[in-house]
């Protein structure tokens, strides 16, 4: 396989390339990072007593703690990340 160091020589190459990529190849520490900048997840906590909803970053890093879980969606969504619920 011939790999250009100018993607813009062959996009149609990179894009087949990419879809092709085989996620069980990955180390651990990219699997921790997958998904990192794409996904956040939102879980009902309570903070000193109070319900509220936490986000946190695919990896695991906690990121807010809002109200709602509507409000903590449409952080989510203004972040332009997709937002997924942990029961």
């Known amino acids: 396989m011939n790999i250009d160091s100018d993607n813009h020589?062959?996009?149609?190459?990179t894009s087949v390339e990419a879809?092709?990529?085989?996620?069980?190849?990955?180390?651990?520490e990219q699997l921790a990072k997958l998904g990192v900048a794409q996904i956040a997840y939102v879980k009902p906590v309570f903070v000193n007593g109070v319900q509220g909803f936490a986000i946190h970053a695919a990896?695991?890093?906690a990121m807010a703690v809002a109200g709602d879980r509507d409000i903590a969606i449409a952080a989510i969504l203004?972040?332009?990340m997709h937002p997924l619920?942990?029961?």
Do not use: C, K, M, Y
Not at 19 to 28: G, M, T, V
């Open 19 to 28: 879809a092709a990529f085989d996620i069980r190849h990955l180390s651990e």
């Open 9 to 13: 020589a062959n996009p149609a190459a």
């Open 85 to 87: 619920s942990v029961h």
């Open 78 to 80: 203004q972040h332009e």
């Open 59 to 61: 990896d695991g890093t």
